[in-house]
């Protein structure tokens, strides 16, 4: 069985920061790519980004240069750093991750995800 947890989502002000993290955890030999999605109300679930586990990044257009995806493969855990926030990123992030489990099983895994909403 394999765990995907986010935290770190909230309110904050136009213009504010905020970090989340994405926890994996149980039975885990290798956790390939991973990613961050959201969903914003009335909107299609979009890939926010995502990060190999070499560390390569890509990021959809109207984030570029705002938030930061990272990983600590020590840690089977992900982060995503959100600066400059508008009202447009409010939204349910996801996690999403691909994982080679102990069971030799390549499977893909989501979390329940954290609400950021950006509101004055």
């Known amino acids: 069985q394999v765990n995907v947890v986010e935290s770190g989502g909230g309110l904050v002000q136009p213009g504010g920061s905020l970090k989340l993290s994405c926890e994996v955890s149980?039975?885990?030999?290798?956790?390939?790519?991973m990613a961050w999605h959201r969903e914003a109300p009335g909107k299609q679930l979009e890939m926010v980004a995502s990060?190999?586990?070499?560390?390569?990044?890509n990021y959809t257009d109207a984030v570029k240069g705002r938030f930061t995806i990272s990983r600590d493969n020590a840690k089977n855990t992900m982060y995503l750093e959100m600066n400059s926030l508008r009202p447009e990123d409010t939204a349910v992030y996801y996690c999403?991750?691909?994982?080679?489990?102990?069971?030799?099983?390549?499977?893909?895994?989501w979390g329940q995800g954290t609400q950021v909403t950006v509101s004055s």
């Open positions: 990060i190999t586990r070499s560390g390569t990044t």
């Open positions: 999403y991750a691909r994982v080679y489990t102990i069971h030799v099983v390549i499977g893909d895994y």
């Open positions: 149980g039975s885990i030999d290798t956790i390939f790519n």
